[in-house]
Structures are given as structure tokens and as C-alpha cells.
């Protein structure tokens, strides 16, 4: 396996360790009898991730997204595309966001309909990519689709760190607004994906 591979793959693997941090264990599991023997390690692992977590978390998340695209270039630059990596890059990229997003939604820090809604847009545009590379057809991404991915990003890290540093001096919701206009890029975004490449798909069929 190349390095660019072992990337991709760091970032899957990093999405359970993300998880960890971002969603504390559920009281189910804190009182259950079956592990009552290890409850005042987990009760402190617990208070830990509780106080500290989200900064861990946004942390893991920033590294983790800051890798989207280096192994794509260290593919490209050593000439080690494959399909391996071809397969495993977007489902990289959308675990991490998706898990984001649904931990958020967990922990009614989000709109579920906002995840829906960047969660829809997603499988709409794989699904179209897997239609047009079926007919042998490439689809890059678009300059919508990188804005699209930064305000995901950015998005996500506020509302990870609740606003800090904003929340020491302004009550303004920073990562509310962020969050909409995510939103509404991804929206278009998904519009424009579509629009330009409609044409792949063969109503006749």
C-alpha cells in the first residue's frame, strides 16, 4: 500500500478517535452492571471528555480534514493512483463530516435538518459520480464544491469549540451563522453539481 493510501486511510481510522472525544459515554453505559467494576474510571474519563473533549475533538478534526487533499497530490506527484485510492478518498472525507454532523445533532447542538440537508447533498453527488464513472466520465470538483468543503469545515470546528475565543467577549452565535451559510452553500453547491452534469444521466434508461 502507498503513502498517499496509508493517508486516506489514517482519516477513516481517526473517526472513531474523533468520535470519542465529541460524544461522551451515554448513562447506560455508566451504570451499567457489567462494567460496574471499571465505573469510577469511566465516571472520570467521562468528566474529562465532558470539560475538555471538544477541544480534542475539533483538534482531531482540523488534522483530519487538513490531510484531505495532501494524499491526493502525493498520489499524483509519485504517480501511485488507484483505484484503491480512488474508492476510499470520498468515503474519507464524508465519514469524517458525517460523524461530525451527527454527533452535533446528538448532542442538540444542530439542526437535524441541517445535517439532512449536507448529508443529502453528498449521496446526491456520489451517487451522480458513480453514474458518470460508470460511463467512463470524470466529474472534478467545482469551485462551489471547495467552498463548499471550508464552510463544512469551519463550520463544524465552532460549533466543536462552542465560539471560543468569541464566547470570552460576545454573545454573538458565530457558529450558528457559519453554520447557515454552510447551509446554504451546500445547497448550491449540490444545485450546481447537477445543473453542469445532468446530462449524465439517461432518462431513456
Known sequence: MNLANKI???RIFIVPIFMIFVVPFPDWVL????????????TSINSFIINYGNYIAAAIFVVAASTDGVDGYIARKRKQVTRFGKFLDPIADKLLVT??????VQRSELSGWAAMIIISRELIVTGLRLVAAGEGIVISASAW???????????????LIKNFPFSLFTTFQFDRYVMLIAVLVTIYSGYDYIAKNIKVIDYKN
Do not use: D
Open 99 to 104: 460523524a461530525a454532523l451527527i454527533a452535533l
Open 31 to 42: 451504570e451499567s452492571g457489567y462494567l460496574k467494576f471499571i465505573n469510577p474510571q469511566l
Open 8 to 10: 486516506t486511510l489514517s
Open 145 to 159: 464544491g471547495k467552498i463548499k468543503t471550508i464552510t463544512q469545515m469551519v463550520a463544524i470546528v465552532a460549533a
